[in-house]
């Protein structure tokens, strides 16, 4: 029986980069919390940016966001892994080298760039409905930071993952977050692992849980998951280690899959 489920956002619940949320998952969302049944949502995106696509329902489900990086339960806060200072100086000076690049720093506090991209600034504020403050540097958050995220414009975010992963082994967990996202957090932040402590937390097993996702940062969720869906636009990499792939690109397959346990 089922009495977990975890669910990436962007590419599996709606279109990656907005907000447009079948309003019926609201209702299923409660539905399967009366029948005992919790729900989580598992992003990478930032906690104030996942929560307002879940707002009618924000205090009936946990919140994994920045990739495992923070943890929330409603007013609790479960994990915060935070970089140390001279990660963040490396991650940044590596970041400011790759070209026609914007990035982002993400706190328990809120999201800031001293990036001067005025239309990605209004795409992300728009679409992820994300406030995004402009500082003159972003090392001035140093203290509390749970992500850096690269938005690579012209390239594959799976392929330029792979070099910066080997750059900063052991230092970071480097992940294709999205067709141009990379995201950089602090080391045991993954949607896997933070499966794995609220398993633990609500005394659920693998074989009780069931995920869905699409991309890279998605797959050690899935794989602690007895029950794994790949929607039908997933990577291949993604599709291999899931038990089910959805037929149809119908974003509203994974509300059909949620409705059976009603």
């Known amino acids: 029986m089922i009495k977990l489920i975890a669910s990436d956002v962007d590419g599996t619940l709606l279109p990656e980069g907005t907000a447009d949320l079948n309003p019926e998952l609201y209702d299923v969302i409660l539905k399967l919390k009366e029948k005992g049944i919790v729900f989580a949502a598992a992003s990478g995106r930032q906690a104030n940016s996942v929560k307002t696509v879940f707002a009618p329902v924000e205090q009936e489900m946990y919140f994994i966001t920045n990739n495992g990086g923070y943890v929330t339960y409603r007013d609790e806060v479960l994990a915060c892994r935070a970089f140390d200072g001279k990660t963040i100086e490396e991650i940044l000076a590596y970041v400011r080298s790759l070209e026609n690049t914007f990035y982002l720093v993400t706190s328990p506090d809120g999201d800031y760039t001293d990036c001067q991209d005025k239309e990605m600034l209004e795409w992300l504020r728009e679409g992820y409905r994300i ?72 005394h659920v097993t693998a074989e009780e849980t069931m995920a869905f996702g699409d991309n890279n940062n998605d797959i050690g969720m899935l794989k602690n998951a007895g029950e794994s869906y790949a929607v039908s636009e997933a990577r291949e990499e993604v599709k291999a280690v899931c038990k089910y792939i959805l037929p149809d690109t119908n974003k509203n397959s994974v509300l059909r899959v949620l409705k059976t346990l009603l």
Do not use: C, Y
Not at 132 to 145: H, N, P, S, Y
Not at 147 to 158: E, H, Q, T, Y
């Open 131 to 202: 406030h995004i403050d402009q500082i003159g540097d972003v090392m001035e958050k140093a203290d509390r930071l749970v992500k850096i995220s690269a938005f690579l414009k012209d390239k594959d975010a799976a392929k330029e993952a792979v070099p910066a992963k080997t750059l900063f082994e052991g230092k970071a967990m480097v992940t294709a977050a999205g067709d141009h996202w990379v995201d950089f957090t602090a080391p045991g932040s993954e949607k896997g692992n933070a499966l794995k402590e609220l398993q633990e937390r609500l």
